[in-house]
């Protein structure tokens, strides 16, 4: 049934290529009508929106997940000029700062920033009319932490006043003041879970809860999604946080509906280690935590950011849905999500937002 509903949710259209597993272009394709159809991943270097591969026969192969940024047309580097003595990016487009790798971002998009403004006024329109409370979270860029050491950054300001001007009078929960460069994998773009304990409180705080104490788990030999670029040089330590909430609560990860637990240390050794948070990327995932007793739902539209951070919330919530647009249509929200009643977080890297033709 999970995979039927899987196979359900996703639209047709090129998987983007991902950073979080390998770089090649996997795509699937769903017929919604009387009797569902699916067809398989591409292979690698096939192209579904120009008509390849489409009469394939079916497999039951999975679809590798997609990248956090595929790039949009006209993206590049950014250009800003150079300062003789900030670092500049190698022919991978990665930096080196203080023994932290930062890959150059691309230069700000001001068009998809309106357009990320265009998608959730709309979504917010067309669907949460019911809603609780609705609030909007973007993660800094983790180059825009390094800007004193470098001209290729993303500047975190000119996004936030894109975001206001689209979105005014939208409830935003500024992040900035409350992250450093030291709170980001040092092989890896996202955040590390057991630094981000001021951002969950600060959410946690804005919806009326607060988070409660944790115990750290950890693991050596973690490298990121870097490691395409860097090779296997070097490595960190990567740390989960778990108490009651985390250790009973259950998962329902469409795309992997065999992950059950919160975490999954067994995809340490996989090459998207970072897929220990929930399993992965996925159209949905549904965490069911019986350790709180009311009826109280959050609804989290995101990317791959939020895997670390949802299980840090669930002391205020019985459940906790994770919607990944970039693999699930709008249209389809009604059918698998109730927002009535339910609490809204938007929560996108501004990688994202600087990227958001991604978003169905």
Not at 135 to 161: C, M, N, Q
Not at 204 to 216: D, P, R, V
Not at 324 to 353: I, K, N, Q, T, W
Request: net charge negative.
């Amino acid at each position: 049934m999970a995979a039927l509903i899987f196979g359900a949710i996703l639209i047709g259209g090129d998987f983007p290529p991902s950073s979080e597993k390998d770089e090649t272009a996997h795509a699937l394709t769903c017929a919604l009508s009387a009797k569902l159809t699916y067809e398989p991943p591409t292979a690698s270097g096939g192209d579904k929106e120009n008509g390849e591969g489409e009469n394939e026969e079916p497999t039951e192969e999975k679809a590798e997940p997609p990248s956090e940024t595929p790039e949009e047309p006209g993206d590049k580097p950014s250009e800003k000029p150079l300062s003789p003595s900030k670092v500049t990016p190698d022919d991978k487009g990665m930096m080196k700062i203080n023994g932290i790798y930062v890959e150059a971002p691309k230069a700000l998009n001001t068009d998809s920033a309106a357009r990320f403004c265009q998608k959730l006024s709309s979504l917010r329109d067309d669907y949460l009319s019911g809603a609780g409370a609705v609030k909007l979270a973007v993660i800094p860029d983790k180059s825009y932490y390094v800007r004193e050491f470098t001209d290729s950054w993303l500047d975190h300001g000119a996004i936030t006043a894109e975001i206001q001007k689209g979105l005014g009078g939208w409830d935003i929960i500024e992040l900035e003041s409350y992250l450093s460069i030291d709170d980001y994998y040092v092989t890896d773009r996202h955040w590390r879970q057991e630094r981000i304990m001021p951002v969950a409180g600060l959410i946690a705080s804005s919806f009326g809860f607060q988070t409660g104490s944790h115990t750290e788990q950890s693991r050596d030999g973690f490298i990121g999604d870097y490691r395409r670029n860097i090779g296997d040089g070097l490595s960190e330590t990567i740390v989960w946080l778990e108490n009651d909430h985390t250790k009973n609560a259950t998962v329902d990860n469409f795309q992997h509906p065999e992950y059950k637990a919160v975490y999954q240390p067994s995809l340490l050794s996989t090459s998207s280690p970072y897929d220990i948070f929930l399993g992965g990327p996925s159209p949905l995932v549904t965490i069911t935590n019986p350790q709180v007793t009311s009826d109280r739902q959050l609804v989290i539209f995101c990317d791959s950011y939020a895997s670390s951070l949802a299980p840090l919330l669930l002391e205020g919530y019985s459940r906790v849905v994770l919607v990944d647009l970039r693999y699930m249509a709008s249209s389809l929200l009604p059918d698998y999500v109730s927002f009535e009643g339910s609490d809204v977080l938007f929560l996108y890297s501004a990688e994202l937002v600087n990227n958001s033709s991604i978003l169905r």
